[in-house]
């Protein structure tokens, strides 16, 4: 192989590095929603999403919380995400005349007993929030998740996770305008 050969190679082994890396650094819910972003501090161990400045706006607004919960390298999400994308136009004025849009950043590797949510000036794992809250889903943590939340924190519906989920516009507007 010559010279030039290997040259091209390297950079389009470059070029792929960057578009995944460019990828997972946007990875998450579509702009046009204007979502609230909320990375987790803490670590590997220990992340904690501090929901305390979503829920004081949340407050301000009048408007409940669209809280999703989704994972950088989670195939699931991405269709979800994508699915947001494509169906914008459809969407995004719905999402923005009812709620807060609240994006959590997350990865697969954050699994239940690694998460913790600061709710109202208090840190809670998972499992905590899920009970407090009434969740179903408290056996298990599932990417993605979405919650609709009014700002003390309380749920105004149970919601479905995971995949399979959303599918169509129309479905999407039914839990916007909660439909049971």
């Not at 890396?21 to 670590?43: F, R």
Request: with cysteine; proline share 7%.
């Amino acid at each position: 192989m010559g010279l030039a050969a290997l040259l091209v190679k390297a950079l389009l082994a470059v070029a792929l590095v960057l578009a995944l890396a460019d990828h997972e650094a946007h990875a998450g819910l579509p702009t046009a929603y204007a979502p609230m972003v909320v990375e987790p501090s803490g670590g590997p161990d220990r992340a904690e999403f501090d929901l305390d400045p979503a829920l004081q706006r949340a407050r301000a607004e009048n408007k409940p919380l669209y809280l999703y919960l989704g994972a950088r390298d989670c195939p699931y999400c991405r269709r979800y995400e994508a699915f947001l994308a494509k169906n914008a136009q459809a969407l995004v004025p719905h999402f923005q005349a009812r709620y807060l849009v609240v994006d959590l950043r997350s990865a697969l590797l954050l699994q239940a007993p690694k998460l913790f949510f600061r709710v109202n000036g208090r840190s809670l794992d998972y499992t905590a929030l899920m009970r407090e809250l009434g969740d179903e889903r408290v056996r298990q943590l599932v990417y993605p998740s979405v919650w609709l939340l009014d700002g003390k924190p309380r749920p105004l519906m149970q919601m479905p996770a995971g995949t399979g989920t959303f599918e169509t516009v129309e479905e999407q507007l039914e839990i916007l305008r909660l439909v049971q």
